[in-house]
């Protein structure tokens, strides 16, 4: 069994903990991306999976065995490291069906294994080749080549395309998916793009210091996010935040007095909250909120405008182009069933999150 358990699990270097008590299950078969801004915790977590790390408190197991104190060895795992970690030295042959022959594996095995392997990869061409003659793509094929050989019960990939450029990174994420879609074995990945775990997972977590802000399918996140950090990280241009005073739960009334018309719902005994619209949810029309455009960003499927409104600079993304000129004022509508209501807090900095879609 394929399942991977992590209960209350924590991580403390002296007297600083850095993960306060995580628990997830993940299934037999299931892709799961741990996603989040640099310092939440996510390696480090992939790593006590792996045994690279010792475990504070609380408890890992793989299918029915804790492993706490089993080297990483025998953990039956495959790990798919950042920088490939590939021995320069020698072919991609040797590369791919080393651990086998560390663990004293017939050469006939290994080289069916190994051929196995690299037909599914697209390497057969390239067996005979050392790292320094492949391009980081192939590279990275190879690094997943040599944990698929192992037939392992769970892979871990931490971070595996963030030295690939944009394009490649799109493609790979294509493979990885095929890939998993193909070997359906437990995959657990560590990403701090969000488009990475929208895209390849079944099921995404998101940490934030130390803890779990929310886990559950990609839609979930992007429709119902939790918090405003949630709200914040998923999704790519990022949720549009107003904050204000909310008056006779209908008007919203911003810093500069600004009263915005919200549809109605039930927003009652909430007076300072902060409204999350997501760009794609508002619409240009002949009524709405006013907004001043400061810049068109025309795609050829989409358009991007960036708007001042009341003060505070939005996002909306249209389907298709538009005529609309910086320096026009346009009426922006919204769909209330797409307002997102949160209590008035700071909105957490793109920046800080490290959103590289």
């Not at 594996?105 to 080289?111: L, N, S």
């Not at 944990?147 to 769970?154: L, Q, W, Y």
């Given at each position: ?27 037999d078969g299931?892709?799961?991306a741990l996603?989040g801004?640099s ?8 790593r006590?999976?792996a ?7 609380g408890?890992?197991l ?8 089993i ?5 039956d ?5 950042q920088n490939?970690a ?11 069906g080393?651990?086998?022959r560390?663990r004293r ?7 069916e294994r ?6 599914i ?23 997943m080549?040599r ?8 892979f871990?990939?931490d971070e595996?395309l ?36 929208m ?8 940490m ?11 839609l979930?996140?992007?429709?119902k ?11 790519s241009?990022?949720?549009n ?14 810093a500069d ?19 999350g619209i997501?760009?794609e ?8 909120w ?11 499927s989409?358009?991007?405008?960036t708007?001042?409104l ?10 298709g ?8 004022t ?12 949160f209590?008035a ?13």
């Open positions: 069994m394929g399942t991977v358990q992590i209960c209350d699990v924590r991580k403390s270097y002296g007297p600083v903990e850095v993960l306060h008590g995580v628990t997830i299950h993940i299934e299931e892709f799961v996603v801004p310092g939440c915790g996510k390696s480090t977590l992939l006590m999976i045994g690279l790390e010792d475990i504070t408190g408890d890992i793989i299918g029915d065995r804790v492993v706490n104190d080297a990483p060895k025998d953990r795992i495959a790990m798919v490291f490939y590939l021995y320069p030295h020698k072919n991609v042959r040797e590369n791919m080393f651990a086998l560390q594996v017939a050469k006939t095995e290994i080289d190994v051929m196995d392997a690299a037909h990869l697209g390497l057969e061409n390239l067996l005979d080749r050392k790292p320094r003659q492949l391009s980081g793509g192939q590279r990275q094929r190879v690094a080549g944990a698929i050989v192992r037939n392992p019960t769970v871990l990939f595996p963030s030295n690939l450029d944009a394009k490649l990174r799109v493609q790979m994420r294509s493979e990885i998916k095929e890939l998993h879609q193909r070997l359906k074995t437990t995959t657990i990945y560590v990403t701090h793009d969000q488009i990475e775990a895209t390849l997972a079944d099921r995404v977590v998101v934030n210091s130390g803890v779990i802000e929310q886990e559950g399918s990609p979930d996140l992007y429709d996010p939790a918090s405003l950090f949630v709200a914040a990280f998923i999704g241009p990022p949720m935040f107003l904050e204000g005073d909310l008056v006779d739960g209908t008007t919203l009334v911003l007095k600004t009263r915005l018309k919200l549809p109605v719902g039930d927003r009652q005994g909430r007076p300072r909250v902060t409204v997501r760009p949810h508002f619409t240009i029309a002949e009524e709405g006013p907004a001043t455009v400061s810049v068109v960003e025309p795609t050829g989409e358009t991007q405008i708007a001042r009341a003060g505070n600079v939005v996002r909306v993304l249209i389907r182009r538009t005529s609309t000129q910086p320096g026009e346009i009426h922006l509508a919204v769909d209330p069933d797409s307002l997102h209501m209590d807090a700071p909105v957490p900095e793109m920046a800080d999150l490290e959103d590289v879609a």
